[in-house]
């Protein structure tokens, strides 16, 4: 079943690759190696592992990809990303979560408890209720698609079990909604660093954070936005891939630009071989932002907070909630909310609606007197 090759290294040293490949009627179901210096360690790796591939199959599990939560989030993190590309929040964690006590246990023996146990390891670490919450979202998505790709047997309901447990002790939980607005001193505070900054600097941040409070888009979004994407006379521009939750690629949407975002669109310098207005690194304008705010002073805001104070100003505005989308991309209320912030005292006083026809008041008899009133 398994067979050593020796091959020499770029060094000039011999390494020793242990190959160990099963087949069954004429296919090979199940491939893997490994590399060592020398070949007795080789031998040794090559013969353990066929005695756990045959005591597998003597319990009756299948023999393949996944046989560890590790190898099934390595599998999940090539073969389903070529097919359905994803960010790097996901990336990040799911290359986190391999790191983890549970990675090294057969997924086809995961217990509630395994799932119980690692969460709660990770509240004791720091990690608040909604960021340990999403490691069970990501092994739910993990699972799923290897359940069905891989015909792997797995029990889904053990780690639902797990979820609802969790959630009843309220170890894990919902994020809460950020309700964190950009204060007109904290505005100019910014802007003012970045004025005398953005002389010297390659990124114009001034105007890249006075068209976020603008646009309500993110410095993703910003820095993706191209010249040939813009229509003036519409008052429009195209950006593609925008933010889905199902649907991210190829999600190609138009949204509505005010004329002060316009302005700051056209004082942009145009470049010949590049397509993007703001043809800069995204991280370098969230690095930039998050030093400023350091270096003035401003406690806990980010960039992204200027996308909910853009999104609360369109309201405060007098856009309705349809046209508020048309800025921000948001397809449901439920979501959008989450980006309004008004403030009480921005909320205008209405006159009261007058009824110049009121209409006929039916007249009703009296009703009949029986005795003497009391």
Not at 357 to 369: E, F, G, H, K, T
């Amino acid at each position: 079943m398994g067979t050593i090759v020796s091959r020499r290294r770029k060094d000039g040293s011999l390494g020793y690759t242990a190959q160990i490949r099963i087949h069954r009627q004429g296919k090979c179901i199940h491939s893997e190696s490994e590399t060592f210096d020398r070949r007795q360690l080789a031998t040794e790796w090559m013969r353990r592992r066929e005695a756990e591939l045959d005591q597998q199959r003597a319990r009756g599990e299948p023999v393949g990809k996944g046989a560890t939560l590790a190898e099934l989030l390595k599998w999940y993190g090539k073969d389903i990303k070529e097919l359905t590309p994803w960010g790097r929040t996901k990336e990040a964690d799911l290359k986190r979560l391999a790191g983890y006590e549970i990675a090294k246990k057969n997924v086809l023996r995961l217990t509630t408890a395994d799932y119980i146990a690692h969460v709660e390891a990770r509240r004791r670490d720091g990690a608040g209720p909604a960021t340990a919450n999403n490691d069970l979202i990501w092994l739910r998505q993990v699972l799923r698609s290897a359940r069905a790709s891989l015909s792997l047997p797995i029990d889904l309901q053990l780690l639902e079990d797990a979820a609802h447990e969790l959630r009843q002790r309220r170890v894990t939980g919902k994020p809460k909604d950020r309700q964190r607005r950009v204060t007109v001193a904290e505005e100019k505070t910014l802007l003012d660093h970045f004025a005398v900054r953005d002389v010297r600097a390659e990124i114009p941040m001034a105007d890249i954070i006075r068209f976020a409070l603008l646009t309500a888009r993110r410095q993703e979004e910003i820095t993706r936005l191209k010249w040939v994407d813009l229509d003036r006379d519409k008052g429009i521009a195209w950006l593609d891939d925008v933010k889905h939750p199902r649907k991210k690629v190829g999600n190609r949407r138009a949204f509505r630009l005010l004329s002060e975002a316009w302005a700051i669109i056209e004082r942009q310098p145009r470049h010949e071989k590049e397509a993007r207005v703001f043809a800069y690194n995204s991280k370098s304008i969230g690095a930039n932002f998050t030093r400023a705010c350091r270096l003035r002073g401003l406690r806990d805001l980010h960039f992204h907070d200027l996308r909910h104070e853009a999104t609360s100003r369109l309201f405060e505005r007098g856009y309705d909630i349809p046209e508020v989308a048309q800025f921000t991309l948001h397809e449901s209320w439920t979501t959008l909310k989450r980006y309004t912030h008004l403030r009480p005292e921005q909320v205008e006083e209405r006159p009261a609606k007058l009824v110049t026809n009121p209409p006929d008041i039916p007249q009703v008899d009296p009703l009949p007197s029986f005795g003497k009133e009391i």
